[in-house]
């Protein structure tokens, strides 16, 4: 069974950072892509950074030149940098992970991890 586990989530104060770390375990044969995503109260989730397997990255306009998405391939690890962070980042982050194992394809979420941006 593959299962992915976040990390790193927190309260901090506008203009701080964090990095948020999600971390996928299991019969894995390979991984396509990973990515991180949002929702903040009362809003939609929306995408916020994806990297491929090929080391391949986009960003939401929002977040561009402030979050920095990366991964250990040999962890099976992504993370998320955040710096310059604003209430508006404030939201529950996901990690989402295409991949696949010997005999099918699977596209998975993280349980989210709390942001909280104060001003």
């Known amino acids: 069974q593959v299962q992915l586990v976040e990390s790193g989530g927190g309260l901090v104060q506008a203009g701080g950072s964090l990095r948020l770390s999600c971390v996928t375990s299991g019969s894995i044969f390979s991984i396509n892509r990973m990515a991180w995503y949002r929702q903040a109260p009362g809003k939609e989730r929306e995408f916020v950074a994806a990297i491929t397997g090929g080391g391949s990255s986009n960003y939401a306009t929002s977040v561009k030149d402030r979050f920095t998405i990366s991964a250990d391939n040999a962890q099976n690890t992504v993370y998320l940098q955040m710096n310059s962070l604003k209430p508006d980042d404030t939201a529950v982050y996901y990690c989402?992970?295409?991949?696949?194992?010997?005999?099918?394809?699977?596209?998975?979420w993280g349980q989210g991890t709390q942001v909280t941006v104060s001003s």
């Open positions: 989402k992970v295409d991949l696949r194992t010997l005999d099918r394809y699977l596209e998975l």
